[in-house]
């Protein structure tokens, strides 16, 4: 198979996943995939390359994935400290980029696989109890039919 066929598959593939996610699953895919991405520019930076295209792609996830998703009026505390953890690692990321410095991007990783870890965490409990709601519902329903 060439390398044109399994990127298409890859690509159908991950806009499934995504179509048919969950808010929370979404927010798990971003951590991930931006885990992914500063992890590829810390490889390069400790490798001696150019890790903008990295970077670059890290930064697009905070700005547009996790910041974009932040409601202040909705979230109160918990979005302000998070946008102010997004900042934080922003300064973070550029300031490795521009000192070629991998080990600065050590924290920011930590960081995230944390808050990752977190949101998988949510996303499991939200799904368990939208199982036990249909299944509930399910019952009622099914006992209403009976009589």
């Known amino acids: 198979m060439n390398h044109r066929v399994i990127n ?3 690509n159908v593939s991950n806009q499934t996943a995504v179509s048919e996610a969950s808010p929370l699953e979404l927010i798990v895919m971003v951590y991930k995939r931006l885990i992914e991405n500063l992890r590829d520019a810390q490889s390069q930076i400790e490798k001696g390359l150019d890790a903008e295209q990295s970077v670059a792609k890290a930064l697009d996830l905070i700005e547009k994935g996790l910041m974009a998703a932040l409601d202040p009026d909705r ?16 300064r973070e990321i550029l300031t490795a980029r521009i000192k070629r410095s991998p080990e600065q991007l050590t924290g920011v990783i930590e960081v995230f696989k944390s808050l990752e870890s977190a949101w998988e965490e949510i996303a499991t409990m939200r799904a368990q109890d939208l199982a036990k709601e249909g299944t509930a519902a399910r019952a009622a329903s099914s006992a209403a039919a009976a009589r």
């Open 75 to 90: 979230g109160g505390d918990i979005a302000k400290n998070l946008a102010a953890l997004y900042d934080w690692s922003t």
């Open 8 to 10: 298409a598959y890859k």
